[in-house]
């Protein structure tokens, strides 16, 4: 089985064809930084919790106020909600922006002979 790539050569499209396929580059580019952005958000919010953990237990197991509530405590509810919202904000962001203009893209390739 041969393994080559589909390589896309942009010399031989016309200007406007050049123009909807710089417009899906940026695309492309956006969704990819959104999403590394909220991984990277997730990651290092969970690795940091990990890290005060085995590094720092003492910290975590103060007491917040007069409650037997401790940080540790606090700052894992945080790390599960901020995960929760991230999700509903890439479903959100993806459903209502993402799909709708790689729709909208994907027809203008379409109708320019791009694809």
Known sequence: MSNKRFVFKQDNLSKEQKIVYEEFKEFMRFKIRFCVFLTVLILGCYF????????????LGLRVG???????????????LLGIISTGLYGFVANYFFDDKQKEI??????????
């Not at 994907?106 to 694809?115: A, R, V």
């Open 48 to 59: 940091s919790f990990l890290g005060l953990v085995g590094f720092f237990p003492d910290l």
């Open 66 to 80: 007069d409650s037997p509530v401790t940080v540790g405590i606090v700052f894992g509810i945080c790390a599960i």
């Open 106 to 115: 994907l027809n203008k390739m379409q109708k320019s002979e791009i694809i």
